[in-house]
């Protein structure tokens, strides 16, 4: 016979608070720019750092930072936030705005949602043994 574990999911009040305040925020993005992209979430892209040293060598300390453009709309020629066809000499690093709606590669895009670790909880030691 199988033997099924059936842990019942809760959340912390800090928890509920900052995802209900996340689902007031994305619907008011959401409402503001209906045709965002979905796969950035009208960011554009992603920014990342990383230590550019190579492995074993003693470098100073320092960090790099890069940008990945969104390949469904950057890459494709739309603004990120409004969806408006950008002409085909706009780049991402130019200075230049979005004609329509002024989003810039620093705008940001739709709020992410916070991360939960209640689930966490669940596995502490010496509880549910």
């Not at 033997?3 to 305040?21: G, K, L, P, T, Y």
């Not at 994305?26 to 550019?52: I, K, L, M, N």
Request: aromatic share 12%.
């Amino acid at each position: 016979m199988k033997s099924e574990v059936c842990i019942e999911q809760f959340h912390s009040n800090a928890c509920m608070r900052a995802q209900a305040d996340w689902q007031v925020r994305a619907a008011q993005f959401d409402a503001v720019w209906p045709h965002h992209c979905e796969t950035c979430g009208g960011s554009g892209g992603q920014f990342y750092t990383y230590d550019p040293s190579p492995p074993g060598v003693p470098l100073g300390p320092g960090w790099m930072t890069d940008y990945n453009p969104c390949p469904d709309c950057i890459e494709q020629g739309f603004c990120p936030r409004c969806g408006h066809n950008m002409p085909e000499d706009w780049q991402t690093e130019s200075e230049e705005p979005c004609p329509v709606c002024g989003w810039e590669i620093d705008s940001g895009g739709r709020p992410e949602q916070p991360e939960c670790y209640c689930w966490l909880d669940a596995f502490a030691p010496g509880e549910g043994s």
